[in-house]
């Protein structure tokens, strides 16, 4: 189906920001929906942002205020701008595209992001 492939994950300290991307194959990138969520150790997944097609976005609770969706439909490409980092951060971050007129449901491989001094 669509391939995502995420990047921009690393080591930071705790007050510094991170941008994650997420790269997307398909060429009908512009219809569909785009999430981030995360895991961290012995956690259940849980969801961060979502971007829709239209460009409405939501985020969680845990990271308004400090995080940004956004996407660039000429890259293909959508976008995690993380702010004020906190330890609480440190997690797995995976993209994932969805549509249900086009039966998509993709996830990528993720990309680890820690936060620490």
């Known amino acids: 189906q669509v391939q995502l492939v995420e990047s921009g994950g690393g080591l930071v300290q705790p007050g510094g920001s991170l941008r994650l991307s997420c790269a997307a194959s398909t060429s009908i990138f512009r219809f569909y929906n785009m999430d981030w969520y995360r895991q961290a150790p012995g956690k259940e997944r849980e969801f961060v942002a979502r971007?829709?097609?239209?460009?409405?976005?939501n985020h969680a609770d845990s990271v308004k205020g400090r995080f940004a969706i956004s996407r660039d439909n000429a890259k293909n490409t959508v976008f995690l701008q993380m702010n004020s980092l906190k330890p609480e951060d440190t997690a797995v971050y995976y993209c994932?595209?969805?549509?249900?007129?086009?039966?998509?449901?993709?996830w990528g491989k993720g990309t680890l992001v820690t936060v620490s001094s």
């Open positions: 994932h595209a969805e549509s249900r007129v086009y039966y998509a449901n993709s």
């Open positions: 971007i829709t097609s239209g460009g409405l976005t």
